[in-house]
């Protein structure tokens, strides 16, 4: 459905970005990884399903390696007709304890890398007249939770953002809509199983049981694979009215 095309996945090398490039490379589109990390492992992941594979390590904090990234991806493969915008970092305190560091780092990886690449990215889109750009937003871009503050923050704005870009190019073949997952196991989660299970003294199995019990209702985690198969939903020519919406995945979080 998609060969021929291109797919710029923004934090490809692992978890979701990884789940969602896969997904739309099954599909036939080339592929623009990115990310840090272990790069050859993702590449293989990719390459193995029979598309082209590039990669750029542009820090998605950092406007000018962001505009390099998308010029890089057209001089690759002419043009970036889908757009990820999946990078996403997490940190837990709460307000009057969150470093100043951490929020100005969370704004500009969870929040203004999406502004950046949106807007490099839509003018050849336009003048294409096609081009989808849909941004992993989160449950946490329609609800808040406690000691989340910037991550917040950051999802609420991904999605106010997907909304004015979907509206901006309502009469054209650009559409631009977000993905809201709740939990999901990758690392970023990991890391907060960890903390919870070392906090409370207990074992890591309990404390994602506790994880998912208190927010999840269907007591699973939502997996790449399934989120990926949500983003090859928006691409295909079904997905060609949605425009704006904010579709979460999230096992019942926020149906509560
Ligand atoms: P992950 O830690 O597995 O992957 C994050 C990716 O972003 C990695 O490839 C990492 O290298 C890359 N990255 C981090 N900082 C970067 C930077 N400065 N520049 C470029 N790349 C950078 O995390 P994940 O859970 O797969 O998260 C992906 C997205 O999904 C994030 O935006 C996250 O907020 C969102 N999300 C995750 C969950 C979840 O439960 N895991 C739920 C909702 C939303």
Not at 8 to 28: D, E, N, P, R
Not at 78 to 95: E, F, M, S, T
Not at 119 to 124: G, K, M, V, Y
Not at 218 to 235: K, M, R
Request: proline share 4%; glycine share 10%; net charge neutral.
């Amino acid at each position: 459905m998609l060969k021929g095309k291109t797919a710029l996945v923004t934090g490809s090398t692992s978890g979701i970005g990884l789940g969602i490039a896969k997904a739309l490379a099954a599909q036939g589109a080339n592929i623009v990884l990115n990310g840090f990390g272990d790069i050859e492992g993702p590449r293989a992941e990719v390459a193995a399903l029979g598309v082209q594979v590039a990669y750029h390590g542009a820090d998605m904090s950092k406007p000018a390696e962001i505009e390099d990234m998308l010029k890089f991806a057209a001089a690759q493969f002419g043009r970036v007709d889908i757009l990820v915008n999946n990078a996403g970092i997490q940190h837990v305190a709460r307000i009057e304890n969150f470093p100043v560091e951490r929020w100005d780092a969370i704004i500009a990886i969870n929040l203004s890398s999406a502004f950046h690449a949106t807007r490099l990215a839509l003018p050849a889109m336009q003048k294409a007249n096609w081009g989808r750009i849909i941004n992993v937003a989160s449950v946490h871009g329609l609800v808040a939770s406690a000691e989340k503050s910037a991550y917040v923050t950051a999802k609420h704005g991904v999605v106010g953002l997907t909304k004015v870009t979907a509206l901006e190019n309502a009469t054209t073949g650009v559409t631009c809509n977000a993905i809201c997952p709740g939990w999901v196991l990758t690392p970023l989660v990991q890391k907060q199983v960890d903390a919870r299970a070392a906090a409370g003294g207990i074992s890591n199995a309990e404390a994602t049981k506790q994880l998912l019990g208190e927010k999840e209702p269907s007591l699973q985690f939502t997996t790449p694979d399934e989120l990926g198969a949500l983003a090859v939903f928006f691409c295909s020519p079904a997905g060609n009215n949605v425009r704006g919406v904010a579709w979460n995945m999230d096992g019942g979080w926020t149906a509560q």
